[in-house]
């Protein structure tokens, strides 16, 4: 190792990304069921989303500024953030982006990755 470098908690692929099973879980999201509750979702997931937008998709503009439907690769996502995004996003929610899913139209807009985040958590709580 070298020095000044500290030991990351999971080994490194060849393209330095970590794989899915080895990374640290860190949830950050949680489901709820009550009256009222498939709004409050819905705004949770968005929420969500733009907290890790925040944090890793690198835009040109303030991702409060964005509407749910804006093109986050034209405001800046390269695809090299698009895969940082995927990755902090199966952390928050805990789950995996099948292959089919693993597309530039899944990670354009908030919108389109709020269905994805949808569809992936009705699938793993057997909805």
């Not at 190792?1 to 490194?12: A, F, I, S, V």
């Not at 890790?52 to 986050?72: I, Q």
């Not at 405001?75 to 899913?101: I, N, R, W």
């Not at 994805?116 to 699938?123: K, S, V």
Request: charged content about 30%; proline content about 5%.
């Amino acid at each position: 190792m070298c020095p000044g470098k500290e030991k990351l908690p999971w080994p490194r692929s060849r393209n330095h990304t970590p794989s899915r099973s080895s990374r640290p879980s860190r949830r950050r999201y949680h489901r709820t069921k009550h009256a009222g509750a498939a709004e409050e979702e819905e705004f949770q997931i968005t929420e969500e989303i733009r907290r890790v937008l925040r944090e890793n998709a690198r835009l040109v503009v303030e991702v409060d500024d964005l509407s749910d439907d804006d093109d986050l690769f034209r405001l800046g996502m390269t695809s090299h953030a698009s895969v940082s995004v995927m990755l902090a996003l199966e952390d928050a929610f805990g789950v995996e982006f099948p292959e089919q899913m693993l597309r530039k139209q899944t990670f354009e807009s908030i919108a389109s990755i709020q269905q994805a985040i949808t569809e992936l958590l009705a699938t793993t709580s057997g909805d």
